[in-house]
């Protein structure tokens, strides 16, 4: 057991990259393929399709690009919402890849890239994978190939570009301010991997923690807008869902999380934030760099804390603070400021990748994760395939 566990744990370290892949092509997938069947898109579209037809309205910038889309070229805002959706979150899994791609050849660092409670996510639950944050997560890994670049210059362009990217985040959803703390420890390892870039880097984090504060302090202020028009410009039949929480107040939030969850749900979604972060634990730091380490893993998961009470998802919650952690902690490693500690011996790490999975919003048991383990067995399978064809055409 200890040999095949071996055996498993180093195929998926050589075809992670293409795992994480497969995992987001099940995911937009799976959402395109629920649309075309469904009278109504599944929820995580809709969430996209909110837009600027009834005012001006936070959480409104993809929709409305959507149905601009639509009304300029044809064809339904869900489609153009599903395609802008799959574009980008296909540029933050590549850019991820990109940095665990430069991760030292060590399967102690696998739990990083392809944890339950990371970008595999994604696959597991897409109605929680692709709703809006994963453009905060999108900007942050910008910022974060700004520590792996080899010059200054490449360096300075990655972050400007990770900084500009955070404030359409924000106004995509004003919940990507919770991840601002996590871009800027970004910028901080950009400095420390560029030492001469450090006041021009601190510039660009100040610029973008006041830009994307007042931002979303005047979103939030917005007036109510009318859902009836937005859902008539993005051709939705049932005007529900994330429509009908546009008029709802901060307060109206918190009433609704504390009348939906059960005490008991604080005992399982605590294992399920135990098991998530369990791959922090995989990455060591020199005395010097000590203090960093620290704030790579609490910054993040502290800066997340309010939206347990705001917002009823907390499986998406615990993601938005462990997988920018893991992006932070993954990036340090890359750049040289960490390195590998083994965490799970070979079975253990094939028991945790492949045994659950995080829900984004019902607390229970899921083993959706088992997917890994169909998928890597289809990529050893075509690989075989392949190198046997290749060897009979010499």
């Not at 998926?12 to 395109?32: E, N, S, T, Y």
């Not at 339904?76 to 296909?90: D, F, K, Q």
Request: hydrophobic fraction near 60%; proline fraction near 7%; include cysteine.
């Amino acid at each position: 057991m200890r040999q095949a566990a071996a055996r498993i744990e180093r195929a998926l370290l050589r075809h992670r990259d293409a795992l994480l892949l497969v995992g987001w092509a099940a995911a937009v997938l799976l959402l395109l393929g629920r649309s075309l069947t469904g009278a109504v898109p599944p929820y995580a579209l809709q969430d996209i399709l909110i837009n600027y037809a009834g005012g001006l309205v936070r959480r409104g910038l993809l929709g409305a690009a959507a149905v601009g889309l639509s009304e300029r070229i044809g064809g339904e805002p869900w489609a153009w919402g599903w395609g802008l959706a799959a574009l980008l979150s296909l540029a933050l899994f590549l850019l991820a890849i990109r940095i665990f791609r430069r991760l030292p050849g060590d399967p102690a660092l696998l739990p990083l890239a392809l944890a339950p409670g990371g970008l595999l996510f994604f696959a597991y639950d897409p109605d929680g994978g692709l709703r809006k944050e994963f453009l905060g997560y999108l900007a942050l890994v910008l910022v974060l190939q700004a520590p792996l670049a080899r010059s200054p210059r490449a360096a300075r362009a990655w972050a400007a570009a990770g900084a500009a990217a955070f404030l359409p985040a924000v106004a995509a959803h004003e919940a990507n301010l919770f991840l601002l703390p996590a871009l800027l420890l970004g910028l901080r390892l950009a400095a420390e991997a560029h030492p001469g870039l450090r006041a021009g880097l601190a510039a660009v984090a100040v610029a973008a923690a006041i830009s994307s504060v007042v931002l979303a302090a005047y979103l939030v202020r917005l007036p109510s807008p009318n859902p009836a028009a937005i859902c008539a410009a993005a051709r939705v039949a049932e005007c529900g869902g994330p429509f009908g929480w546009l008029a709802r107040s901060t307060g109206d939030g918190v009433a609704y999380v504390l009348g939906r969850r059960d005490l008991v749900d604080l005992p399982v979604y605590g294992v399920y934030a135990a098991l998530a972060c369990l791959p922090l634990l995989s990455v060591r730091f020199a005395a010097r760099r000590g203090g960093l380490g620290q704030a790579l893993v609490l910054v993040p998961c502290a800066a997340v804390l309010p939206l347990f009470l705001l917002g009823y998802d907390w499986g998406r919650w615990i993601q938005m603070a462990v997988l920018p952690a893991s992006l932070l902690l993954a990036a340090a490693a890359a750049a040289g400021l960490g390195g590998p500690r083994r965490l799970l011996p070979p079975w253990a790490a094939v028991l945790y990748l492949a045994s659950w999975s995080l829900p984004h919003a019902i607390a229970g048991l899921h083993l959706r994760a088992v997917f890994l383990l169909a998928a890597l067995a289809a990529l050893v399978a075509l690989g075989a395939a392949v190198r046997r064809i290749g060897a009979s055409r010499r």
